[in-house]
């Protein structure tokens, strides 16, 4: 199981739009579309879950395309440096 980064979203975009797009490419495991506390649009970015293969197709076939207007980013999601455990 590979985790997807998507980004430059628009701010209409929901979670259904995500599952939809990503489809194509195989099995969505699942998403967790990132949304404002206060206006409730989506921030401009979410992440996936899919199978590793279905991942490489989604990447290559998505990263940089048009999506409602913007070319949307796609990518293996990396770890912020830093990390967790750090004070």
Do not use: W
Request: glycine letters at 12%.
């Amino acid at each position: 199981m590979k985790k997807l980064f998507v980004g430059n979203l628009p701010p209409s975009t929901t979670e259904n739009d995500i599952v939809t797009l990503f489809s194509e490419y195989g099995t969505v495991r699942s998403t967790k579309l990132v949304r404002d506390v206060f206006s409730g649009q989506c921030k401009g970015f979410a992440f996936l879950e899919m199978e590793g293969h279905e991942a490489r197709a989604a990447i290559a076939g998505l990263n940089g395309k048009d999506f409602n207007g913007k070319s949307i980013k796609v990518n293996f999601e990396m770890p912020k440096p830093g990390g967790r455990g750090r004070r």
